[in-house]
């Protein structure tokens, strides 16, 4: 379906679905991405509070040390998978499902996500996942973009028992932004746009996503080449120094844009791109990435987010059964 | 031809692996073995597809083993950045069942749902030494990528690297970084401390008598160079699981 004579493009950093090698190579695909909180969100590892971290920005005179609130790298994984298996579900009446050690390893999800064991015992078999997330940071310090909330459970009973209902979890605020990059390595076209489907649709991150966590993916960019791109943290820290040296917006220290009131998503997510094409040149004296066409990009996830994916994965489902029978021949 | 360099991998997340697994809890240590990093730094290729559940660290580093030579890394400073975190595995099922710990049908299984990891955040630096025979610094380089992936769940580090002079010495000296406890022939003659890590322990400290290379700051003149305790002195035959191969 997605043929190099179409998209030369993609030649460079994705394999052809019939040279899919289970020996690793070197072709990176790195999707740039910036998440954007439409609702509250709860994130958190114990049920009770956000994950925080301690990172300084900026140098010499401005430089500041902030806590941003996280985005585990396990809370964007696990989410988009569950939104990749349920795809697979309407489409292709796949049943695997998420349950530990019940997956069947068999569909294009498990064998491009991973899969490290399953039940049936006669079918050894561990895949590596191709696809690499990254732990998210948000912009603002926690102090801004975290607030803690007050619930109570009390029923409706006119008369009730003295029962510890209350909690006080952390609820990350709607517009917190965070800067993410989603690496696929050695993927097939056809793997890259059911990726680009489930980042461009899947809209629930985090704990009780049924009323909370509603997510808007903007996808900025993709980016093919021989090795890896920056990573979450440094794209962020970048992006706090670009918003402070913007002529057009008010910040004029690190302080002031890690306290900001809340930050535009466009303008953020321009230097957003910028700073992880800034990097690219700078890295290492530059790294070997290349920026695919808008087109391309929109191309791809037209497919995926419309009536061919199907097809897509019914195509791509043959090629990574075969993908995954090499092994045998060993 | 011989060269060397230092390379600084500065974590840019979590990363993390179960050095230790103590009932729900896993711990990881701040150390990478180099059994880990040929596979980094793509100078070795694993599987995507595995039957054997057997290591394969032989054959994959079999082309690249007289080439090249990966220390494991430690940390530069003592103190690491590492965080705890409580896991909760979710099915995405509408409806799950909660079984009691009495009738859990998959009692005696080993299914973590749940459990506290300890990792290692972002902001650890940790140092290793890559050793080149028959290859220059500047190819030896570009050997190396500029970010590489660590870890259970391939957690994402940079990597810095920096030339080094490279000098032969004999007689005694002092094991100037971590090796692999099989990756050389020559035994310690004493101040051992050794680590227990798998799949190899590690030799962090060591005194060794015999024919050793001396890696240093490229910049002073050869006579000047700082050969004494500073510079970092590895075995002159060490090689990635010497004693296995």
């Known amino acids: 379906m997605f043929d190099y004579d179409t998209y030369p493009d993609l030649e460079d950093g994705t394999v052809a679905p019939d040279e899919m090698t289970i020996a690793p190579q070197n072709n990176f695909t790195s999707i740039l991405v910036l998440r954007e909180l439409e609702s509250h969100a709860i994130f958190t590892t114990d049920g009770q509070s956000a994950d925080l971290a301690s990172v300084a920005v900026g140098s010499g005179d401005d430089r500041e040390t902030y806590s941003p609130g996280l985005m585990f790298m396990r809370k964007q994984t696990g989410s988009d998978r569950r939104f990749g298996k349920s795809l697979q579900r309407d489409l292709l009446d796949i ?19 991973g899969s490290a064991a399953s039940d049936d015992a006669d079918q050894a078999l561990s895949i590596t996942s191709r696809v690499m997330y990254d732990t998210a940071y948000t912009l603002r310090d926690a102090t801004v973009a975290i607030d803690e909330k007050f619930q109570n459970a009390p029923g409706d009973d006119y008369a009730k028992e003295a029962e510890a209902t209350i909690r006080e979890p952390d609820f ?3 517009g917190t932004l965070f800067p993410a990059v ?6 097939t076209p056809a793997e890259l746009a059911f990726v680009l489907g489930i980042t461009a649709k899947n809209k629930r991150y985090g704990a009780a996503t049924s009323r909370l966590g509603r997510v808007k993916n903007h996808i900025l960019g993709v980016y093919t080449g021989s090795e890896e791109g920056p990573a979450n943290l440094g794209l962020t820290r970048d992006v706090i120094r670009r918003l402070r040296d913007d002529e057009a917006t008010t910040p004029e220290t690190i302080q002031d844009v890690i306290t900001e009131s809340a930050h535009d998503p466009e303008l953020v997510g321009d230097h957003l791109r910028q700073a992880f094409e800034e990097r690219i040149d700078a890295d290492r004296g530059g790294l070997d990435i290349e920026r695919v066409p808008a087109e391309t990009v929109n191309d791809l996830t037209a497919a995926a987010t419309g009536d061919d994916l199907a097809d897509v994965l019914k195509t791509q489902r043959e090629a990574s059964r075969a993908f995954r029978d090499q092994s045998k021949e060993e | 031809m011989q060269s060397a360099l230092e390379v600084t991998l500065r974590t840019q997340g979590e990363i993390w692996f179960a050095s230790r697994e103590v ?19 793509g100078l070795a290729s694993g599987r995507y597809v595995d039957r054997l559940f057997e290591p394969t660290y032989l054959d ?13 890394a430690t940390p530069t400073e003592g103190v690491t950045n590492r965080i705890t975190s409580t896991y909760n595995t979710s099915t995405g099922d509408y409806a799950t ?9 998959n009692e005696g299984r080993n299914l973590p749902s749940y459990g506290r990891r300890r990792v290692l955040g972002h902001g650890n630096e940790l140092r290793c030494y890559v050793f080149g025979r028959g290859i220059d610094t500047d190819e030896l380089r570009a050997e190396l990528p500029g970010y590489v992936r660590l870890g259970k769940k391939r957690g994402k580090a940079r990597v810095d690297t920096a030339p080094l002079a490279v000098d032969h010495g004999t007689g ?10 099989y990756d050389s022939d020559q035994t310690p003659v004493g101040n051992l401390i050794t680590k227990q890590m798998r799949p190899t322990p590690l030799i962090a400290q060591g005194a060794y008598d015999g024919p050793h290379v001396v890696l240093s700051n490229p910049t002073s003149e ?15 035959d060490v090689q990635f699981l010497r004693r296995k191969r």
């Open chain 1, 95 to 113: 049943e695997c499902t998420m349950q530990v050690n019940g997956m069947c390893q068999d569909c294009v999800e498990c064998i491009l996500f």
């Open chain 1, 172 to 174: 990350f605020e709607p």
């Open chain 1, 182 to 187: 989603i690496t696929l390595r050695d993927a």
């Open chain 2, 23 to 41: 009932g729900r809890l896993a711990d990881t240590e701040p150390y990478f073995l180099n059994t880990a990093l040929y596979y980094a730094f």
């Open chain 2, 60 to 72: 994959d580093t079999a082309d690249v083993a007289d080439k090249v030579y990966v220390t494991p």
């Open chain 2, 97 to 105: 069942i909660n079984y009691s710990a009495q009738d859990d049908p």
């Open chain 2, 172 to 181: 005694e000296y002092e094991l100037g970084h971590a090796i692999g406890a």
């Open chain 2, 222 to 236: 050869p006579e000047k160079r700082d050969t004494s305790d500073s510079s970092v002195k590895l075995p002159a």
